[in-house]
Every structure is written in structure tokens, then in C-alpha cells.
């Protein structure tokens, strides 16, 4: 039967899976669940956990198409360390770089309650690191390293890798935009400053440049406001926060660029 698997944020149905001292048919019966959950969901593995039951008990699936039945499984020793990036059921979309153990060596029971030991390395490894996790009612969370794990978070804020990969950068291009009205400002209180020292003709044409300078700074203000928003809308995880300080600083612009006309309407 395909049962229903946990998926964040509901919390683990247990802090530690109980483990197998009777092999009846219900044992039985969840392992034959757990691979049908495994095959409808084209996963590599499960624990019991995961579906919500509080046995210990992983299976995993082969590239054969056949399944290895890890009952009561214990890693027992260690060794090498390799950092992958890592996905899980628990947290869907989403992934995280976890350093975990290159080789490990385990035993665990069969459906008979027969003990066996077997040495696992690579993907495997990792795999079977990660389920035994969810043994410990533990998940990969617990593994990260406090960067990655602040990293993590904000995945989950935005439930999406894509909305952290394309995460807010320290330059937009509409800075540029923002640089060329100020250069344009500086401009203006140049010419403003100048005509106290100039003749009246040469003030009046002055004064032309000056309009003609104003306009240009409205209309990349008018373009600044609308770019901004199409740029802040590429990156997913930083529109909300962006859009306070585009309106903001396309207001603030434009003050500036009344007061000084406001001034040379007077004073020239």
C-alpha cells in the first residue's frame, strides 16, 4: 500500500525510531509499504519514519530494481569526509550542501532478525547516512554548518532553491541610472552657483541648459522607477524588501530635482 510520506513542516513522529524485537506480518506489511511508497514516488529510499511509523527500519532500492531491507541498522564505524549536495522527501524542491562521511560500515537485520555487516562508500554511503538521520528523528538540518544551514532557511521561508540561487545581488544595474541623475543634480547646482556670477544674457541662457538638464533627470526618473521594478521582479526572494526602497529613492530624486529648480526659477 503507498502510504502518505512526512514532508516539512510537520514535525517527526518520533525523536527516536523504536527498534524491531518481534518480525511478524505487520513488519512484514511496512516494508512491503515502504517499497511501494519508494516506487511510487521514484525515490532512491525511505525509513519508516518518513511515512510515520516508528519502527527502525530503512529500505533502499537498487539499480537492479530490487531492494536491500536494512532492519535495526547501526553505523558502527567511519571514515574520509566529502561534501555533496543533498536532497530529501522531508524537504521537497529543496537542497543543501552536507558534509557527511566518504565511508561507513553498518549492521542491521534481515526480515528473519538475521544480523548482517556490509561496508558502504560513495552515493550509497551518503544515502544511507541520511535515512539512518531520520532514525534519530534527525534530518539533514542538523547537519549543516551554520552558513549553509541560515542559507537553508531562507529556501524554506521561500520554499524554492531558484528564489535563493537568484538571491538579491549588492549592485543592480539601476544603480547606474541612479548615478546619472546625480551626475545631471550636479550639473544643475553648477550652473545655479554660476549664474550669481554671470551677466543676466548669459544667466537667461543658463537657465535654458538648466530646464534642459531638469527634464532629462525626470525622464530617467520615470525610467529608474519602472526598470527598477522589472529588475527587482528577476529575483524572487528580494521584490518585497526592494520595492520600499525604489519607490523611496525615485521620491527622494525627484525632490531634489524640484528643489534645485524651484532655486534657479528665483535666482536665475
Request: hydrophobic share 40%; proline share 2%.
Amino acid at each position: 500500500m503507498i502510504r502518505e510520506i512526512i514532508t516539512y513542516p510537520t514535525p517527526p513522529s518520533v525523536q527516536y525510531a523504536t527498534d524491531v524485537r518481534v518480525f511478524d506480518e505487520e513488519i512484514l506489511s511496512l516494508i512491503e509499504d515502504i517499497k511501494d511508497t519508494i516506487k511510487a514516488n521514484s525515490l532512491e529510499a525511505l525509513a519508516a519514519f518518513q511515512i510515520g511509523s516508528y519502527y527502525n527500519i530503512v529500505v533502499v532500492k537498487k539499480d537492479d530494481g530490487s531492494f536491500l531491507e536494512l532492519i535495526n541498522p547501526r553505523i558502527i564505524s567511519q571514515s574520509g569526509k566529502v561534501t555533496t549536495i543533498e536532497k530529501t522527501a522531508y524537504f521537497p524542491e529543496l537542497s543543501a550542501k552536507v558534509t557527511r562521511y566518504e565511508t561507513i560500515s553498518l549492521v542491521y537485520q534481515d526480515r528473519g532478525g538475521v544480523q548482517h555487516s556490509f561496508k558502504a562508500d560513495g552515493d550509497l554511503s551518503i544515502l544511507l547516512q541520511r535515512k539512518i538521520d531520520y532514525t534519530f528523528g534527525s534530518s539533514f538540518l542538523n547537519k549543516l554548518d551554520k552558513e549553509e544551514k541560515k542559507l537553508f532557511q531562507k529556501k524554506l521561508e521561500f520554499g524554492s532553491d531558484i528564489a535563493i540561487s537568484q538571491s538579491c545581488p549588492t549592485v543592480f544595474k539601476r544603480d547606474y541610472i541612479v548615478k546619472a541623475i546625480n551626475a545631471l543634480l550636479v550639473a544643475m547646482v553648477a550652473f545655479l552657483i554660476g549664474s550669481l556670477f554671470t551677466e543676466k544674457s548669459t544667466s537667461e541662457q543658463l537657465w535654458n541648459y538648466q530646464s534642459y538638464l531638469f527634464f532629462a533627470s525626470i525622464g530617467l526618473n520615470i525610467v529608474y522607477f519602472f526598470y527598477a521594478q522589472y529588475e527587482g521582479k528577476r529575483f524572487t526572494s528580494c521584490t518585497s524588501c526592494q520595492i520600499g526602497n525604489i519607490i523611496g529613492t525615485a521620491v527622494i530624486l525627484l525632490i531634489k530635482l524640484c528643489v534645485v529648480m524651484l532655486l534657479s526659477y528665483f535666482i536665475m
